[in-house]
């Protein structure tokens, strides 16, 4: 059982938007902590995607963006493509701890 | 550019040891704190452990703790991770994580990963 809780899959045809959320609680997201995010492609290590809840590294396209609220955030990704398919996982800081969520594999119909 | 290279994986009997290694290039190794994450087999992240760029802060996951000892050679530009006490549960890929600032502190995350080396708990 995760720290933070991610739904396992969503899917969406490519050009659209889908969200993948995030939800903590107050001793973690709740607490202040910043959420990141990493994309893991099939067979490939985990890669950083948004840090400090919204920032983008170099090399990110802004088609992917971050956003907190309360206990919970969110991962967007719009105008979707065939090479987004990927895990992704959010990530936080809890009672000395990084936490991970369970992670949400993506599909791209 | 930023790589790092884990070593030390293998095939290992439960309540034995393993030693993995992780060599670090492309940027100043003791300006950063530095980070060990595993996977098992088709599941998610987890954090293992942490150490400052110092060493003087270091971290372990309640899973570990105990059992691992994490540690770095600045003047080898070189991460390591003592794993003894090995269980079945610990069979993972263990990735090498290089932390955003020096210190073991909130915010932390992982802005560059290795590509893992393989570690099998098995009879």
């Known amino acids: 059982q995760s720290v933070l809780t991610q739904p396992p899959s969503v899917s969406g045809a490519p050009g659209q938007r889908v969200t993948i959320s995030c939800t903590g609680s107050?001793?973690?997201?709740?607490?202040?902590?910043?959420v990141h995010w990493y994309q893991q492609l099939p067979g490939t290590a985990p890669k950083l995607l948004i840090y400090g809840n919204s920032n983008r590294p170099s090399g990110v396209p802004d088609r992917f963006s971050g956003s907190k609220s309360g206990t919970s955030a969110s991962l967007a990704i719009t105008g979707l493509q065939a090479e987004d398919e990927a895990d992704y996982y959010c990530?936080?800081?809890?009672?000395?701890?990084?936490?991970f969520g369970g992670g949400t594999k993506l599909t791209v119909l | 550019e930023v790589q790092l290279v884990e070593s030390g994986g293998g095939l290992v009997q439960p309540g034995r040891s393993l030693r993995l290694s992780c060599a670090a290039s492309g940027f100043t190794f003791d300006d950063y704190a530095m980070h060990w994450v595993r996977q098992a087999p088709g599941k998610g992240l987890e954090w293992v452990s942490g150490?400052?760029?110092?060493?003087?802060?270091?971290g372990y996951a309640d899973s570990v703790k105990g059992r691992f000892t994490i540690s770095r050679d600045n003047a080898k530009n070189s991460l390591y991770l003592q794993m003894n006490s090995l269980r079945a549960e610990d069979t993972a890929l263990y990735y090498c994580a290089k932390g955003p600032s020096a210190g073991l502190v909130a915010p932390d995350y992982f802005d560059y990963w290795g590509q893992g080396t393989l570690v099998t708990v098995s009879s």
């Open positions: 990530q936080s800081y809890d009672s000395s701890l990084r936490v």
């Open positions: 107050s001793s973690n997201i709740g607490a202040g902590y910043d």
């Open positions: 150490i400052s760029w110092n060493s003087g802060s270091i």
